[in-house]
């Protein structure tokens, strides 16, 4: 099983950017699909965007469509989230997750960080 690692949050205002970063050891990066979600405080976890295997299928979230970018280094295990214009709404613990391709369970979960987003 992957383990993974987040890194990249903080507090910033709105209308800034951040990229978060997971990298993975343990496994072979490319047998995974990735994915990102987060959980703000008092709601529960929800997705963000995800991404095969390969890096050229992305899904978003809504709330997030236009403003975030997923992307992938296989070379290097790591995912990547590119946060831009932030809102407040986008404070939360966001998580990485991985799981085999042809699954359907996340199974492998970071710590996560925190991003804070002020007015």
């Known amino acids: 099983q992957v383990q993974l690692v987040e890194s990249g949050g903080g507090l910033v205002q709105a209308g800034d950017s951040l990229r978060l970063s997971c990298t993975a050891s343990?496994?072979?990066?490319?047998?995974?699909?990735m994915a990102w979600f987060r959980q703000a405080p008092g709601k529960e976890r929800e997705f963000v965007v995800r991404i095969n295997w390969s890096g050229d299928s992305t899904y978003y979230a809504d709330s997030v469509k236009g403003r975030f970018t997923i992307s992938r280094d296989n070379a290097k295990n790591t995912l990547y989230l590119q946060m831009n214009s932030l809102k407040p709404e986008d404070t939360a613990v966001y998580y990485c997750t991985a799981r085999l391709r042809g699954l359907v369970r996340y199974n492998s979960w970071g710590q996560g960080t925190q991003v804070t987003v002020s007015l």
């Open positions: 343990g496994g072979t990066f490319s047998n995974y699909d």
